[in-house]
């Protein structure tokens, strides 16, 4: 029978991301493939979430999110973001940053509207963009400090421009944007009266020194800027999908009755865990940082240490590395003989590009483990042959 399927969706399929951990969690393999961030979230926000449940806070919440959150959030912007914001007018709560990033879409862009977007990219913002009809202009990030052309970004703008997007830091490269990239932006932005949209979910997550800067707390950016963030990586509650976003009041207003229409709110309980996870005291972020960065130097070294060569990111929880062009037939036939071989799932670099050639000597490697699992990783990936390994039979999905 050929029922109708609407053209949009047509060519959508599972993501690298999701088919390759599914395969893995199959053979009981240590998963460096997505970022589920399986590591225990902090014992303050899950009592406040239990207290939730058992207060019966159950029942929609207002469309923006409670309160009590919104308020959270406004005093964690001013004091982290540099960000001044009114927590009943200038902040929604959504379900994920995702969330927030589908209604900022549908709030800003019509079809057929253009949107730039760095590559490497994070897959589920380009997909979304697509699916709802809009047009991805790409600047290339060039490793190994992922690095842009200035102009071919001033290129990049047409009259058909009405958003750029900015991922500091990235994923899947790492990148922490500089100050002066972000005033670059903003001065394009504002030539051309396009919307910043920034995802900043990790923006607790930064090294040696690379400092997150929010791109909405410059002068420049702040009345055409959109900052989205959420609890899923700094209180490693992924699965919770509590995000939220600032902005100016006429943005936020459209954007939260498009969360109401998509999604009502995000799950009441949860923003109420949130709530106490943003009044955790500074050490526990000190001690977060500390603990990627112990989590990376481990993976790093292990890396080399087989012959890739790692991209160090400045931020996040992911890395990129390259390998020898003769070590495998391209990064899916080593994404999957390392499965096959080892146990160990990563993700071809070729999903994070505009160009797929870009990334087919890529794997993106994700390191929010539990630190004896990630050793786990390592000490299977030090097995792995140096020389030229023979394409593995087909890994089966198991989705």
């Not at 200035?150 to 990148?175: E, H, I, W, Y």
């Not at 800067?213 to 899923?232: M, Q």
Request: glycine residues 6%.
């Amino acid at each position: 029978m050929d029922n109708p399927i609407a053209d949009r969706v047509r060519s959508i399929r599972q993501s690298d991301i999701r088919r390759y951990s599914a395969i893995c969690a199959a053979m009981n393999g240590v998963n460096l493939s997505q970022g589920v961030c399986d590591q225990p979230a902090p014992d303050a926000v899950k009592k406040a979430a239990k207290a939730a449940i058992d207060a019966d806070h159950a029942t929609y919440t207002n469309l923006r999110g409670i309160i009590e959150l919104r308020e959270a959030i406004a005093t964690k912007m001013r004091d982290f973001n540099k960000i001044d914001c009114d927590p009943e007018k200038e902040v929604v709560v959504t379900v994920g940053s995702a969330g927030s990033f589908a209604c900022a879409v549908l709030s800003i862009l019509n079809a057929g509207d253009e949107c730039i977007v760095f590559s490497p990219y994070y897959s589920y913002h380009v997909n979304l963009l697509t699916l709802f009809g809009m047009k991805v202009k790409f600047v290339d990030l060039h490793p190994p400090d992922w690095s842009y052309d200035p102009q071919q970004l001033a290129d990049a703008f047409t009259d058909r421009t009405k958003m750029v997007l900015v991922c500091t830091p990235g994923n899947p490269s790492g990148k922490v944007f500089t100050k002066a990239e972000l005033l670059d932006i903003a001065s394009l932005a504002n030539k051309h009266n396009a919307w910043i949209v920034t995802d900043e979910i990790y923006e607790y997550i930064t090294y040696e020194g690379h400092e997150h800067v929010s791109v909405a707390s410059l002068p420049e950016a702040k009345g055409r800027t959109l900052t989205i963030s959420g609890s899923s990586k700094t209180y490693a509650v992924t699965g919770w999908r509590v995000g939220y976003a600032v902005g100016p009041a006429e943005l936020i207003e459209r954007m939260s009755v498009i969360n109401d229409q998509l999604y009502i709110c995000a799950p009441a309980p949860l923003q109420h865990g949130i709530v106490a996870g943003m009044g955790l005291p500074g050490s526990y972020y000190d001690q977060m940082r500390r603990d990627y960065l112990a989590k990376r130097e481990l993976l790093v070294d292990t890396l080399r240490g087989i012959g890739f060569t790692p991209y160090v990111p400045n931020g996040s929880y992911y890395l990129l590395a390259s390998f020898d062009p003769g070590r495998w037939d391209g990064a899916t036939a080593a994404t999957e003989s390392i499965l096959e071989s080892v146990g160990v799932a990563t993700v071809p670099g070729s999903a994070f590009y505009r160009d797929p050639a870009d990334g087919a000597h890529q794997l993106r490697f994700c390191y929010a483990k539990q630190m004896r699992d990630l050793e786990m990783a390592c000490e299977r990936l030090r097995q792995l042959p140096h020389q030229k390994v023979s394409a593995p039979h087909a890994v089966s999905d198991v989705s």
